[in-house]
């Protein structure tokens, strides 16, 4: 049974950085594409970054050059190092796998399998 378990949220204020963390139990030959989504009061969640199998990765473009999405494969955790974080950049940060299919060609929450229960991120001004 997969399991993804979200840490590493925070208060920090703007130009700060933090580092999220979504360590994943589950049989990774199943694990097609793992990624960082994020969800503000009142929005709909929308994707972040994500990182296929094969190691390529994405970014929308609100946080390219400023967030870096990695795995360490042998821990099985997915991290997202934020730098630079802007007050918009404030939400619930979810973590979250597609098993036996590619990623999309940008983070896309939709066709997600799993989900874990989020850490929540505020910057302040």
């Known amino acids: 049974q997969v399991q993804l378990v979200e840490s590493g949220g925070g208060s920090v204020q703007a130009g700060g950085s933090l580092r999220l963390s979504c360590a994943a139990s589950?049989?990774?030959?199943?694990?097609?594409?793992m990624g960082w989504f994020r969800q503000a009061p009142g929005k709909e969640r929308g994707g972040v970054a994500a990182v296929d199998k094969d190691g390529s990765t994405s970014y929308v473009d609100s946080v390219k050059g400023r967030f870096t999405i990695s795995q360490d494969n042998a821990k099985n955790t997915l991290y997202l190092q934020m730098n630079s974080l802007k007050p918009e950049d404030t939400a619930m940060y979810y973590c979250?796998?597609?098993?036996?299919?590619?990623?999309?060609?940008?983070?896309?929450?939709?066709?997600?399998?799993?989900w874990g229960k989020g850490t929540l991120v505020t910057i302040s001004s």
């Open positions: 589950g049989y990774t030959y199943k694990r097609y594409c």
């Open positions: 979250g796998e597609r098993t036996y299919d590619h990623c999309s060609a940008s983070p896309d929450p939709y066709g997600m399998d799993y």
